[in-house]
């Protein structure tokens, strides 16, 4: 077992920058010991040791059951006794250890439910039921951790049987204590009024029960909160307007207690009055007027703007049913518009604040939807949900206050910049309908005012003004952002110069805008998609361009400020895929500067965004750059991608290893240069395979190794090693399509003499698969692979030779394989180049195969026909893509996963590109087949084909 002592003092040495290196892979030493997390746990439950030591033990322990509690398939990773202990241990610590190591431990449990929960850990609901207590609010708050922690995975998911069946499971144990539990806490608060401590811990108590009420009824209304809608919306409505000042913060930033359980009570309401109308509706009256009167009272301090959001949330749910009739009438309006949506619009101190000294965080609230909770975003959402039921009436109430805005301005323009402020907020919040899109901003308009008058008469001349104050000039450019798709492409190309000029602006939020907003331009298109902005515009000014956007991104040069601002390297990364091969005298330059800046944050990979986009760009450079000079390419990069790979920064490994794939690709000739055979000799070591985000990524790259230098590989007694990892992939179906892409690889470029010995090994694995976890994915990966061998008859493979090493596996194997599976499902192959291929191995079977003339004769007849129906459709492989697909970064989960770069993907592969019009071949290679073999295919034709398929048969041979 792991030493308590050694791996609390290596824990200790983690926590210090000078020495957490050495640590960390100390550490990773000590993993590998029985019970090294039992270790861990002990640490986390001793008192003696220091805090920081407790919760890195607590971090480690969370991080090491993520990656080692079970495998892809759902089978346990560590040895029983070690499961069992852990699940034994881990309920009863979390409840009496402090909060932040509970969050840590619950996101352990989090992820052991993810596997286990229910059937494998059937006990938990009644081990955490039999802790609960009537008045202990410390262990109770740790129960319901470890609750929230295991039922908020219910949040997303989709309906299924099993989910219910979970659910069930839960409520029909976990539901009435949880009730008595709401009302034992009511009380303890009463109680507690003179006590501001155990007052504090109750409404911890109420703050988690709300998350787990909502938990609880995110897929379905339980039956017993339905039984007791009356009692349970009471304590709901009493919590939304209690108030003791023992709560209360001292600070305006800081939300306290009240805040976060009033916040959670407002989530709730969302989800009833969204899902469960019918049941709750009667409830609904006292808390629509409890929401109200506190947004027509609240201050402006920004500990309130959670609560402010949430109401304001709330109150845009209820205007989405029948009850929205409450706001159809103007003098309602105007008071909804006078004091809730306008003191929330308006831009206060804080936000000033922000945009001076945290710009970043200003942009990411303003941009990204992380500003749901921010007062300005959900005022919009309540006022466009208004203006959804009452267009007109809103729109003609709302215009008033825009125009007397914009009168003030224009009575002093330098004082009272703020109202234009507001007016332009408040003319985007009813111009725009429907949501935004990432690609083309807003879509649908309303049809009562005028977009581009606007624009002209309010918003231009901000955009050009060198004095206009820097939030406004912020407004105009965010403006075009938001409205970009109801611009037209000549206003658009007279505008695109004046964001490019807003770039040069010293003031950070103002340049970053401009540079989301050039990046946006880039990337429209017109209907004949063709780019609104012409080419060559941005080819000659693409040098200054992305000079000056580097220096942008390495002002300040540490690690952390470096990749801060993820929206500049995304424009780098769009100027670079729009300006394609007009890079080309550029180019070193350009990867120079992305080298020095790969150098730097290595150190401190600290934004995935950024270092994706960074990749990204990278990935543009490589497409259209190292085609005309490979080996300037490889040299330079070699160097920098080889020390992040030594240091093992888990981070970059999966973008560099798809990186070396596009270089080699991008230089098909010649055999591999030293410095390729010494990354090949550590991929096949196998050790890089464990990280699974590497998995796609190398076998991309091994599959590109072995198309240049197969002879060598053979030669130096390295084919071994790589069928070992392909043994390795093909066990586990999160990894067979990267184990056939790497056999397909193998097959077409290793002499078939040389494979020859391994052959009935590679089938076993495969067909053992095939029989105990065939996944439909598999299947059609095996069939094509069938066609990939079946079809090299001139590279000394063939069906006859694929037919004599199923032989060796068993008997006659070959045929229920080919009648059940490859036959019947050849049809459903759906990529162009395997529906070719599997063209040419019927073709070739017809033509050459012993095997079908005299061991499976049906079979000759029984290909005959598939083939002819695959010959309905002729399949064409698509030439190379040349469309880059813009992948959405938030949908793309980052993490140490993989993340594919569009740059440079992998260009389908044609196997037989000397094959031009798939039919044509057919028919001659049959009858060159016929000549060759003295006329025994036509022979075959007439005695094992029907009239009718032979009449189809006839079309392709004559």
Known sequence: MADISTLSKLLEASLDPRQNKQAEQAISQEQVKPNFSLSLLQ??????????????????????????????????????????????????????????????LGEAISAIADSDFWERWDTLVDDLI??????????????????????????????????????????????TPFLTLLQN???????????????????????LIMKLFYDLSCQDLPPVFEDNMPAISSV??????????????????????????????????????????DAFGAQLGPFIETSWSFLMTVGLETKYDILVSKALQFLTAVASTQHAENFNNQSVLVQVIEKVILPNLTLREADEELFEDEPIEFIRRDLEGSDNDTRRRAATNFLRQLMSKFEGLVTSTSKTYIDHYLQNYAQDPANNWKSKDTAVYLFTAIAAK???????????????????????????????????????????????????????????????????????????????????????????????????????????????LLTHLFKLITKDSAPEKIQENEFLMKCVMRVLIFIRDGVLPICENILMNFIAIIKVIRHNPSNPRFQYYLFEGLGA????????????????????????????????????????????????????????????????????????????????????????????????????????????????KAHETHAFELIDAVVTYVPAEALQPYFVTILQLMLTRLSNMKTENFQQRFIAFYHLVSARQDKGLGADFYISVTDQVQHDIFKPIYLTVILPDTQKLARPTDRKTAVVSFTKTLGESQAFVDRYPKGWGLTTQRLLELLVNPPVPSSAD?????????????????????????????????????????????????????????????ERLSPDLQQALSLYLN
């Open 130 to 175: 039999s802790r609960l207590t009537p008045d202990n609010s410390v262990v109770n708050n740790g129960v319901l951790r470890v609750a929230h922690s295991i039922f908020k995975r219910w949040r997303p998911l989709f309906r299924s049987d099993d989910l219910f069946t979970e659910i069930n499971h839960v409520l029909s144990k976990f539901s």
């Open 434 to 544: 429907g949501t935004a899109t990432a690609a083309q901003g807003v879509l649908s308009i309303n049809e009562n005012v005028n977009v581009l008058e606007f624009f002209q008469n309010n918003i231009a001349s901000d955009l050009q003004a060198a004095n206009a104050h820097p939030i406004l000039k912020v407004d105009a450019i965010k403006y075009l952002y938001v409205f970009r798709s109801q611009l037209s492409p000549d206003l658009w190309r007279a505008a695109f110069p004046l964001l490019v000029n807003n770039l040069a602006n010293d003031n950070y939020v103002i340049h970053t805008y401009a540079s989301i907003a050039v990046e946006r331009v880039l990337f429209m298109t017109d209907d004949k998609r063709q780019p609104i902005i012409p080419k060559a515009d941005v080819v000659g000014s693409s040098k200054d």
């Open 185 to 207: 806490t009511d009380n303890l608060i009463t109680q507690s009024q003179g006590n501001p401590e155990a007052l504090k811990t109750a409404f911890t108590t109420l703050d």
């Open 882 to 942: 040349d469309l880059i697909p813009d992948a959405d970064v938030d949908e793309v989960g980052f993490g140490v996963g993989f993340t594919q770069l569009n740059t440079c993907k992998k260009a389908p592969r044609d196997p037989f590109p000397e094959i031009a019009d798939v039919k044509a071949w057919v028919g001659q290679y049959l009858k060159d087949a016929n000549s060759r073999h003295g006329g025994k295919i036509v022979k075959l034709v007439q």
């Open 236 to 277: 709901l409505h009493k919590y939304l307007t209690y108030d003791n000042p023992a709560l209360h913060t001292s600070e305006d930033d800081e939300s306290g207690p009240q805040e976060y359980v009033r916040a959670g009570i407002f989530e709730a309401l969302m989800l009833y009055i969204q899902k469960y109308e």
């Open 43 to 104: 640490i986390v439950a001793t008192d003696s040791y220091p805090a920081t030591i407790r919760l890195a033990s607590a971090l480690y322990f969370k991080n090491f059951i993520k990656r080692n509690w079970v495998d892809e398939d759902g089978n346990y990773k560590l040895p029983q006794d070690e499961v069992v202990a852990i699940k034994r241990e881990l309920i009863g610590l979390m409840v009496s250890v402090p909060p932040t190591l509970q969050a840590q």
């Open 621 to 732: 450079l490589i497409r259209f750059g190292a085609p005309s000079h490979p080996e300037a390419f490889e040299t330079k990069l070699y160097e920098p991608f080889a020390t992040c790979l030594s240091e093992n920064i888990e981070e970059f490994s999966p973008y560099i290893f798809q990186l070396f794939s596009a270089l080699l690709e991008a230089n098909p000739s010649g055999q591999l240069t030293d410095y390729y055979r010494s990354l090949f000799s550590i991929i096949i070591q196998g050790a890089v395979w464990d990280q699974r985000g590497n998995v796609p990524a190398l076998a991309r790259l091994l599959s590109a190794m072995i198309t240049r230098d197969a002879q060598r590989i053979v030669a130096d007694k390295q084919l071994e090693p790589i069928l070992g990892i392909f043994q390795k992939l093909i066990s586990t």
